[in-house]
């Protein structure tokens, strides 16, 4: 059991050597799982009682699988996969079975995928995921969607044994195994198409997005990490329109220096272009151990801008670091979650404090345009109170689950959580207008706003500034070239 423990481990590490940021933080992650031994110890007592070591070990991991599986918060349910990851691993290593690697362009399907085997396999040739269940939240979608790979999850049974031809259309959502002639003729004239749309849209990516009917739209990319940036080209795009800055909470509070780092790597790449950073959104989906709290509904809990309030010593600090930062680049600043004024209000006091400090020790910084994210129905609704906003950005994830009241981590109530829902693209076009009257600029950097099924709806809102994920600008940026400003699709009105 032992050995098998260690075996895994040093080849989680090896994968490491050859993976990115955000990747090797998902590997740790499984590596400090295996050093745990309240994980191993359960499996170590049945082995004792003479339990032989494979079965000792997949008894106690469903024991643990079922529990993070029945977890009520949907972090916890994400993380089933690294489980069964982890779980799958050392028994190969108790059996001594090496991996196969699937052919090219394969399509996997199971009850859920894990990030090693999503990361073991190489997706440059193509390739997709159909999983039974899975959550838009997992692991392994954050990895799947920044690297473009087709995934649908939640897909309930897929009758497909190994080298059935299957055919998975994720623009669509579709997947189906053993496809007759005419279905197959109808799916490889769709891919062509999309194909095409693809490399024409590649084409044109570092052209302006400008609709038929002559509007400019900005088009911005989202990033989760410094490191993203090395893989976008900044004349590709009008700037960042979201730095989360969750990842540098993965592994406790990071410090000044850490932050700060981070920041001006970014700013620096970016050059005078924008980048909006955004403030820690602790909580809900993104726990953050030893800062967010135990909460029964985190996402109606203490997140956000709420939470980095009521731990000033740890607000402070980021506060700090972005103020120095500001003095690299075009730095604007945004608060998640904020419900009221006074949140506004607070947060820029201590602004202004740590600025007045750093003044005060000849330290150079900026103090960068301070905005607020709008994914809190109530500000959508009734944006006079914060006016005095340098800028809104539209959170459509959140947005669309609060005025849905449908979770965006579950995949049982994914058909509600449509942004394209009247209340919603209603909710969107109020909060544009109540901009444009007010001379507050407006953006969308929610998942959204990639979505070539949902921007003639946005643009139709009222939006003229979209913030997408990297993958998705050459098809966003096609997507606005074909579409009117002004148009009223059907049920957006
Ligand atoms: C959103 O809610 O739309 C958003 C961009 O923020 P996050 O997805 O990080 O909650
Ligand atoms: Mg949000």
């Known amino acids: 059991m032992r050995a098998a423990l260690s075996e895994a481990a040093a080849s989680i590490a090896a994968l490491m050597q050859s993976a990115d940021e955000e990747a090797a933080g998902i590997l740790e992650f499984q590596i400090a799982m295996l050093d745990d031994e309240s994980l191993v110890e359960p499996a170590l007592a049945a082995i004792a009682a003479g339990a032989s070591a494979a079965d000792a070990w997949s008894d106690a991991m469903a024991t643990e699988i079922e529990g993070y599986e029945a977890a009520e918060d949907g972090y916890f349910r994400a993380r089933s996969s690294d489980l069964r990851d982890i779980a799958a691993r050392v028994l190969r290593a108790l059996s001594g079975i090496a991996e196969k690697a699937p052919p090219h362009g394969a399509i996997i399907q199971g009850k859920d995928l894990t990030p090693t085997q999503f990361l073991a396999m190489d997706w440059t040739r193509g390739g997709g995921i159909v999983l039974k269940e899975g959550s838009p939240a997992s692991h392994v979608a954050m990895l799947a969607r920044s690297r473009g790979v087709p995934m649908l999850v939640g897909v309930g049974s897929l009758e497909a044994a190994n080298d059935d031809l299957v055919l998975l259309d994720a623009e669509h959502g579709h997947v189906v195994a053993r496809p007759d002639t005419e279905a197959h003729r109808a799916f490889l004239s769709a891919s062509a198409t999309h194909r095409d749309r693809l490399q024409h849209a590649q084409l044109r990516v570092r052209e302006r997005a400008v609709t038929v009917d002559g509007v400019t739209i900005e088009v911005l990319v989202n990033i989760a990490e410094p490191a993203d940036v090395r893989t976008i080209d900044i004349a590709h795009c009008d700037g960042v329109g979201l730095m989360r800055t ?110 007045a400090a750093l003044a005060a020790a000849g330290i150079p910084h900026r103090m960068p345009p301070l905005g607020i994210m709008v994914e809190v129905p109530a500000v959508a609704i009734s944006p006079e109170g914060l006016a005095s906003a340098a800028f809104f950005s539209i959170g459509s994830n959140d947005l669309t689950q609060y005025v849905m009241a449908a979770g965006r981590d579950n995949t049982a109530v994914a058909a509600l959580n449509d942004v394209r829902n009247p209340a919603v693209i209603a909710l969107i076009g109020h909060v544009a207008r109540f901009g444009a009257a007010h001379a507050i600029p407006v953006s969308l950097c929610g998942d959204a706003g990639g979505d070539p099924t949902a921007i003639p709806a946005l643009l139709s809102a009222g939006i003229r500034a979209l913030s997408v994920t990297p993958a998705q600008l050459p098809l966003a940026k096609a997507t606005i070239a074909a579409s009117r400003a002004q148009d009223t699709p059907d049920g957006a009105a």
């Open 246 to 355: 969750e990842f540098l909470f993965g592994h406790g509070l990071p410090d000044e220096a850490t932050q700060y780092s981070a920041y001006r790597t970014v700013l620096e790449w970016a050059g005078d272009k924008p980048v909006t950073i955004r403030t820690v959104d602790a909580g809900g989906d993104k726990p953050v151990p030893g800062y967010t709290v135990e909460e029964t509904n985190p996402f109606l809990g203490l997140r956000g801008i709420r939470l980095s309030l009521s731990r000033p010593d740890v607000f402070r600090v980021q506060a700090r670091a972005l103020l120095r930062a500001a003095v690299h680049g075009n730095l604007k600043v945004m608060f998640p979650m904020v419900s009221l004024a006074r949140e506004l209000v607070e947060a820029t006091h201590l602004f202004e404090a740590e600025a």
